[in-house]
């Protein structure tokens, strides 16, 4: 009987070849929807949390001074309260609003700025994390801050959280709001989501007041006033001369 032929040498490395190797995040999923973002978010607490950096992206004060040298902002607003950011292919920060809002805002920088057209679009069905987000019915408007109109796309944030057991489906209204400089080639964001959890559980779209006054702090259009913050509870605020004896 004949002996069987061995495969040669080249057909074992054609059939061994490992895989190609993966390259980073895609930019795609840059602009996955508003649960591929908070996808995002839970990814990059996760790395962090590998590199030890979890620290720093909960401190307060590192993320007021990290948004402050990427958005032009004339104060603190006293119902902003620092969640969590980092910067992983962008940066973002999260933000709870004691008006009754969760807020991410985003700078994505000139390599994701082609990006914008198909996010703010009717078109954009997005996609989703079961049990957290997923985009559905989608609306393109403006909003008028500061004297000039941004783009904004309302949405229904659905599958989101639902705390309190709200009989609202997920997290309810919710929108995109672009705040890039007019001079900037970059790309500048805010979602902006109802907080049930803050009783404001609700599948209506988020009010143009809401975005506006959210955005005050912010350097945003040529008609604007000056934004003082309001002090601070149990921070002196003003110089208290003795009374004369």
């Avoid at 975005?211 to 913050?229: A, C, H, M, N």
Wanted: hydrophobic share 40%; aromatic share 10%; glycine share 12%.
């Amino acid at each position: 009987m004949a002996d069987h032929e061995q495969p040669a040498d080249d057909d074992w490395a054609e059939t061994t070849a490992p895989p190609p190797k993966k390259k980073g995040i895609p930019g795609w999923l840059m602009f996955c929807g508003g649960g591929c973002l908070i996808a995002m978010i839970l990814g990059a607490i996760g790395t962090f949390f590998l590199v030890g950096e979890v620290k720093k992206a909960m401190d307060p004060e590192a993320q007021w001074a990290r948004l402050e040298e990427a958005f032009e902002i004339e104060g603190r607003p006293t119902e902003l309260t620092p969640m969590f950011g980092v910067s992983l292919g962008m940066d973002f920060w999260m933000f709870q609003d004691s008006r009754g809002y969760v807020a991410v805002i985003y700078d994505f920088g000139e390599s994701q700025a082609e990006g914008r057209d198909e996010l703010f679009s009717e078109d954009f069905t997005g996609g989703g994390v079961p049990g957290l987000s997923k985009i559905e019915d989608p609306t393109v408007a403006e909003v008028l801050v500061q004297g000039r109109a941004l783009p904004v796309v309302h949405f229904q944030n659905q599958g989101g959280f639902n705390a309190g057991g709200s009989e609202v489906n997920g997290q309810g209204g919710a929108c995109f709001v672009d705040i890039t400089p007019e001079d900037s080639l970059g790309f500048q964001m805010v979602f902006l989501m109802r907080d049930p959890g803050q009783g404001n559980a609700s599948n209506d779209p988020i009010p143009d007041q809401a975005i506006q006054d959210f955005l005050e702090p912010f350097v945003i259009g040529p008609e604007r006033e000056t934004y003082v913050s309001p002090p601070r509870e149990g921070v002196q605020t003003t110089l208290e001369l003795p009374e004369d004896e």
